[in-house]
């Protein structure tokens, strides 16, 4: 392997780590406050994906891509509303069988009501930053610059949100004892309602800024909450440092083992042979928090 | 589960179903013959190649709700052990042209064998980590036979040709139905047996499990392993009625099916998923057929409607009946006992039989040899000591109390000495053997039981199961896979009720009882186990006075009875100095003292103990 191939290969190990962070991230965030792992997530970054791809190839290049970012994160907060007040609620503080088959039967809902509104064709985008650079004598997508500098912005805003405001000051002592901070008078139901409006719009945030890059079909859903469930078991569930470091192993290790031949067919197995020796090691996880 | 002992109408109703069940199962195929003489549109050879397939996923979803139901687990490696029998099959015929019975065969053991490797695995963690980590697992098996081309065909799968006398529907619908039958009956031995019911302790409480001797990891590793053989059952027979295997059947998603068919069916019952699966092919050949997107939808909106509303599934149909019967028949039925105890158990009992035999065992106190030695023992928290070189000696016959203000280790010793936590130095010897470190199950079954501080008992069992699965798991029972659990020690459980004043109550669910009452089966629990020591961690903790004035008349009366020493923390001075014969004193996690109740009481460093934590008590207010 040149320099050259390890830098391209590097770049788009970032790349991948990007919006996997992104989605991983909300995920983590919501586990972290609420105690729930929820299974819908990747079905919110579907939805946000579907609705950028159809509103940017409406609207028309360039700006219709940021409207459809726009639109999708606030249809996917809007969802993760609708399903924190009307399912998560009722099962707060029961076994976690119960909260997994719940926002699992909600990601069965919101997968079916996306292949009846969208059809189960694959769809596509053109990028809104179109040209590429060149990355010691290959060509590299300047999109894939752009997802990384987003996820760098959006690591920033969510450490930001949970250590330099009030809200994330909430979110941490929820974290650590939702009963006294109940107490102190903060609206623990409502602040739970806006973590998982968060988590559910990192996941289309995820879903927006990955459209331009991929083909979007109707089973990237499970595709993504597989990877992003890895990260957060390799990073740590409820740790957005942990969320960071699990997306640039899991991004590193597809970028690598889909472009060596012998381990081509194996890359995603990479992924989970890493995660269990991770979970093996550290039951926890490398940054984890444990479960109450 | 107090869903297998319903009540006497709800039985009926029940084995009814159960009949009706079977007898529907051995029509189907005399059935479909005549629904297509009746209508010429319909498929004879469809409507029993249906029943196979529900055949099959019903033993797919109870072989998984031995882990669900029974156990608490919610693996996502399953569909991996049903592929992996399937393959099995597949490989064996098509490569080595072994008969396919051969394959059938070898189909449970292989799927056991992987299931045992990568459950070893998966229980490096437990609960949701278990989950995921089975996640990891599926994954990895899936990219396996998924990669592997020149073996497993990769995304093609294995077709195989049967040869005719097993292609046959009807043939191959009754060999289904018998081999389904037969794994069912094995499961269903399983689950009734002492085996089944250290399972359903771990389900309800894991801490409380170990307590009373359970081998969690062991138990739940070995119905892991049981439930991927019988998954490979259901795989193997997937492929002889499909005719292929194909990757997809181990990818993670696919276990929705067997969950969501346990869900609908009823997960508390054990042929809850056999009529969950029939109810889910009927609605799938039903309604998918015509709307193939809209079936997700409904599937999930019925899973949240079961999860959020209907937690018993359709099999709580006849209780749901039976509520409603009742409800217009009220005053016709016979007087039952009160739903709730109220605490009334702690009245039951007679305070002056307890008094009168207290002098028995005072004698034997001072003849006593030491029972439990404890040596340096010390336990850190980071920086903080929380116990510090304690060293105490407990003499056999002894109610020794250890008193302290919060904070000075009480609590932590405890759970040094039965094995929550593990010592950083020092040594914890019972009856001469040396059992520092072991883990709790292990010191459980060396003779300590203990009562905690937070109740912890097994709430949905009812108390007499409560009492009855600590006295398996002490008598080593819960190895055996056959006879009936409830069956064993019922009348030694009833009888240690009555003497604790459940008696009248033994049949309810533990959970329901009043907080005094759940304290009362703590402590029964911790003397079902014959134990030499009993450790009661702050026994009266949240107790009125005058529930507490009984509670301790009781522990007391059960000690002299039965013989026990006991070992206890306590806040309550009244507490201590009613019935402990020795005291140790413990602040800062240190022995500060030990003597008699009257040296305590007149001890000069105590009082001051006590009365410096008064006064930053009165400072810090």
């Known amino acids: 392997m040149t320099p050259g191939q390890l830098l391209l290969f590097a770049m788009g190990g970032l790349a991948n780590a990007a919006y996997l962070f992104i989605v991983a991230a909300g995920l983590s965030l919501v586990f972290?406050?609420?105690?729930v792992i929820n299974m819908a997530h990747g079905s919110l970054y579907m939805v946000a994906a579907f609705v950028t791809v159809v509103i940017a190839n409406q609207v028309g290049a360039g700006l219709g891509f940021w409207a459809g970012l726009l639109v999708a994160v606030a249809v996917t907060g809007a969802i993760g509303g609708v399903v924190e007040v009307l399912v998560l609620r009722r099962v707060y503080g029961r076994e976690h069988l119960v909260q997994l088959l719940g926002t699992y039967a909600v990601s069965l809902v919101v997968a079916g009501a996306v292949r009846i509104v969208f059809g189960a064709n694959y769809r596509t985008v053109a990028s809104p930053i179109p040209g590429h650079l060149n990355l010691g004598g290959y060509s590299y997508a300047s999109y894939s610059l752009f997802m990384i500098a987003a996820a760098i912005v959006i690591a920033a805003g969510v450490w930001a949100m949970l250590y330099r405001t009030n809200l994330g000051?909430?979110?941490?002592?929820?974290?650590?004892?939702?009963?006294?901070?109940?107490?102190?008078?903060?609206?623990?139901?409502?602040?739970?309602?806006?973590?998982?409006?968060?988590?559910?719009?990192?996941?289309?945030?995820?879903?927006?800024?990955?459209?331009?890059?991929?083909?979007?079909?109707?089973?990237?859903?499970?595709?993504?909450?597989?990877?992003?469930?890895?990260?957060?078991?390799?990073?740590?569930?409820?740790?957005?440092?942990?969320?960071?470091?699990?997306?640039?192993?899991?991004?590193?290790?597809?970028s690598f083992g889909l472009v060596i031949p012998a381990t081509n067919p194996f890359a995603l197995a990479f992924v989970f042979i890493i995660m269990t020796a991770v979970l093996t090691v550290r039951p926890r996880g490398l940054f984890g928090l444990p479960e109450n | 589960m107090s869903r297998l002992f319903p009540r006497f109408l709800g039985d009926r109703v029940r084995w009814g179903a159960v009949l009706v069940l079977f007898v529907f199962v051995g029509l189907i195929p005399p059935l479909a013959g005549l629904n297509e003489n009746l209508n010429p549109d319909t498929s004879s050879r469809f409507q029993i190649f249906l029943g196979t397939s529900a055949l099959v996923l019903a033993l797919w979803a109870i072989s998984y709700n031995l882990m669900l139901g029974y156990t608490g687990m919610v693996s996502f490696a399953h569909a991996a052990y049903y592929g992996v029998g399937a393959y099995t099959v597949a490989l064996i015929f098509k490569r080595y042209h072994l008969p396919v019975l051969v394959g059938l065969g070898a189909a449970p053991f292989a799927a056991a064998a992987v299931g045992l490797v990568t459950g070893l695995v998966a229980q490096r963690a437990v609960r949701l980590y278990f989950s995921l980590l089975t996640l990891a697992i599926s994954q990895l098996l899936f990219s396996i036979v998924f990669s592997w081309y020149d073996f497993t065909g990769g995304d093609n799968g294995i077709s195989?040709?049967?040869?005719?006398?097993?292609?046959?529907?009807?043939?191959?619908?009754?060999?289904?139905?018998?081999?389904?039958?037969?794994?069912l009956l094995l499961m269903f031995i399983l689950v009734r047996s002492p085996f089944g019911a250290a399972l359903l302790s771990i389900r309800e409480n894991r801490q409380r499990a170990a307590a009373i001797g359970i081998n969690v990891k062991v138990y739940e590793l070995a119905i892991y392993t049981i439930a991927a053989l019988f998954a490979g059952v259901a795989g193997g027979l997937f492929v002889m009625y499909q005719q292929q295997a194909y990757p997809e059947m181990l990818y993670w998603t696919a276990n929705a099916q067997p969950v969501v068919v346990s869900?609908?069916?009823?997960?508390?019952?054990?042929?809850?998923?056999?009529?969950?699966?029939?109810?889910?092919?009927?609605?799938?050949?039903?309604?998918?057929?015509?709307?193939?997107?809209?079936?997700?939808?409904?599937?999930?909106?019925?899973?949240?409607?079961?999860?959020?509303?209907?937690?018993?599934?359709?099999?709580?149909?006849?209780?749901?009946?039976?509520?409603?019967?009742?409800?217009?028949?009220?005053?016709?039925?016979?007087?039952?006992?009160?739903?709730?105890?109220?605490?009334?158990?702690?009245?039951?009992?007679?305070?002056?039989?307890?008094?009168?035999?207290?002098?028995?065992?005072?004698?034997?106190?001072?003849?006593?040899?030491?029972?439990?030695?404890?040596?340096?023992?010390?336990?850190?928290?980071?920086?903080?000591?929380?116990?510090?070189?304690?060293?105490?000696?407990?003499?056999?016959?002894?109610?020794?109390?250890?008193?302290?203000?919060?904070?000075?280790?009480k609590s932590t010793l405890f759970n040094l000495i039965t094995g929550q936590l593990k010592p950083s130095s020092g040594k914890v010897i019972l009856d001469g053997r040396d059992i520092t470190g072991r883990p709790p199950h292990v010191i459980a079954k060396t003779g300590i039981g203990r009562a905690f501080q937070i109740t912890t008992i097994f709430p949905k069992l009812s108390v007499r199961q409560n009492l009855q699965y600590a006295m398996l798991a002490h008598a080593g029972y819960t190895v055996r896979p056959f006879g009936i659990a409830d069956r064993i020690f019922a009348g030694e459980a009833q009888e240690l009720a009555e003497a604790v004043g459940l008696g009248m109550w033994a049949g309810l669910p533990a959970g329901q009882l009043s907080?005094?009452?759940?304290?009362?089966?703590?402590?029964?629990?911790?003397?079902?186990?014959?134990?030499?020591?009993?450790?009661?961690?702050?026994?009266?903790?949240?107790?009125?006075?005058?529930?507490?004035?009984?509670?301790?008349?009781?522990?007391?009366?059960?000690?002299?009875?039965?013989?026990?020493?006991?070992?206890?923390?306590?806040?309550?001075?009244?507490?201590?100095?009613?019935?402990?014969?020795?005291?140790?004193?413990?602040?800062?996690?240190?022995?500060?003292?030990?003597?008699?109740p009257e040296q305590i009481r007149r001890n000069p460093d105590v009082q001051k103990v006590y009365l410096g934590e008064l006064e930053q008590e009165e400072v810090g207010a």
Request: proline letters at 3%.
């Open chain 2, 160 to 183: 195989i040709t049967l040869p005719d006398q097993l292609s046959d529907y009807t043939t191959l619908y009754y060999f289904t139905a018998a081999v389904v039958g037969i794994c």
């Open chain 1, 32 to 35: 972290g406050a609420l105690r």
């Open chain 1, 169 to 254: 000051r909430n979110i941490r002592a929820a974290v650590a004892d939702p009963d006294l901070l109940n107490a102190t008078g903060v609206n623990v139901t409502r602040l739970y309602t806006t973590v998982f409006v968060i988590g559910a719009g990192l996941a289309g945030l995820g879903g927006s800024i990955v459209a331009p890059s991929q083909a979007i079909g109707s089973s990237i859903d499970t595709d993504v909450l597989v990877l992003a469930f890895a990260i957060s078991v390799i990073g740590g569930l409820g740790s957005i440092i942990g969320s960071a470091v699990g997306s640039l192993i899991v991004g590193m290790v597809i």
């Open chain 2, 263 to 409: 869900l609908l069916g009823g997960i508390s019952t054990f042929l809850g998923p056999a009529i969950g699966a029939f109810i889910y092919v009927v609605l799938d050949n039903t309604i998918s057929k015509q709307f193939p997107y809209q079936f997700d939808i409904i599937l999930g909106a019925i899973v949240l409607a079961v999860v959020l509303a209907v937690p018993g599934g359709v099999s709580d149909a006849p209780s749901v009946f039976l509520r409603l019967r009742e409800r217009f028949r009220r005053g016709e039925e016979a007087e039952k006992p009160p739903a709730e105890s109220a605490g009334e158990a702690i009245r039951m009992f007679d305070v002056r039989k307890a008094l009168a035999s207290e002098a028995i065992q005072a004698e034997k106190v001072h003849s006593g040899k030491t029972l439990l030695r404890i040596e340096h023992l010390s336990r850190n928290f980071g920086g903080l000591r929380a116990v510090e070189d304690v060293s105490l000696e407990v003499k056999e016959g002894d109610r020794h109390a250890i008193i302290g203000p919060n904070g000075a280790g």
């Open chain 2, 515 to 596: 907080h005094g009452d759940q304290r009362a089966i703590e402590i029964a629990i911790s003397l079902a186990l014959g134990s030499k020591l009993v450790l009661l961690d702050e026994p009266t903790a949240g107790m009125s006075a005058y529930e507490t004035d009984k509670a301790m008349e009781l522990v007391r009366r059960l000690a002299t009875e039965r013989f026990l020493t006991l070992l206890f923390c306590e806040h309550d001075m009244s507490v201590v100095f009613s019935t402990a014969r020795t005291v140790t004193v413990m602040h800062q996690g240190r022995v500060l003292t030990a003597g008699t």
